[in-house]
T-cell receptor
Framework: AQKITQTQPGMFVQEKEAVTLDCTYDTSDPSYGLFWYKQPSSGEMIFLIYQGSYDQQNATEGRYSLNFQKARKSANLVISASQLGDSAMYFCAMIIRNQGGKLIFGQGTELSVKP | KAGVTQTPRYLIKTRGQQVTLSCSPISGHRSVSWYQQTPGQGLQFLFEYFSETQRNKGNFPGRFSGRQFSNSRSEMNVSTLELGDSALYLC?????????????FGPGTRLTVL
């Protein structure tokens, strides 16, 4: 079964510190993509970063990086230098390449950044 | 470039009614996907449309339906509303050039069923 697991329902981090949000995935399909989205209290899902299953290097986008460990089936999000505006829900999601545009989401991690 | 827009943003209906939600994708995007988000079930895939055809469908009853127009705009319809249909409905669009293309989401429509 294809599944995304986020084991941290909530996390706290001090402003300007780095934080890692965990994500593990399960699929037997060799071709897939992994995403992280941010959802503020307003509700809109904001795309942060993408990692393809065949990508050799970890993806980075500004303060966001994805720690992709294929053998462990993990795709952790690292946010460096946390800001107050980073407080939000974070969702890890997976897409299987031969299954069209269906994103499979984890349950999310609520991140709170303390001043 | 304008983002994904969804209308209406908020909606209150009563049980048994039907509702239509609209989604306008980012210009040039050909695929539109719909998701339902509830506190209990999280984010669940409803369906995806590409070139006016439903390409993929989630595990929802037939009361949930959708369509896509030639300009890529999409609508979803829920008939005979139930209390459990109260949710945030999110629409996402993508270029659909590659299978694992990034989906960009709209602000959502928050539906309350009384």
């Amino acid at each position: 079964a294809q599944k995304i697991t986020q084991t941290q329902p909530g996390m706290f981090v001090q402003e300007k510190e780095a934080v890692t949000l965990d994500c593990t995935y399960d699929t037997s399909d060799p071709s897939y993509g992994l995403f992280w989205y941010k959802q503020p209290s307003s509700g809109e899902m904001i795309f942060l970063i993408y990692q393809g299953s065949y990508d050799q290097q970890n993806a980075t986008e500004g303060r966001y990086s994805l720690n992709f460990q294929k053998a462990r089936k993990s795709a952790n999000l690292v946010i460096s230098a946390s800001q107050l505006g980073d407080s939000a829900m974070y969702f890890c999601a997976m897409i299987i390449r031969n299954q069209g545009g269906k994103l499979i989401f984890g349950q999310g991690t609520e991140l709170s950044v303390k001043p | 470039k304008a983002g994904v827009t969804q209308t209406p943003r908020y909606l209150i209906k009563t049980r048994g009614q039907q509702v239509t939600l609209s989604c306008s994708p980012i210009s040039g995007h050909r695929s539109v996907s719909w998701y339902q988000q509830t506190p209990g079930q999280g984010l669940q895939f409803l369906f995806e449309y590409f070139s006016e055809t439903q390409r993929n469908k989630g595990n929802f009853p037939g009361r949930f339906s959708g369509r896509q127009f030639s300009n890529s705009r999409s609508e979803m319809n829920v008939s005979t509303l139930e209390l459990g249909d109260s949710a945030l409905y999110l629409c996402a669009s993508s270029l659909a050039i590659a299978d694992a293309d990034t989906q960009y989401f709209g602000p959502g429509t928050r539906l309350t069923v009384l």
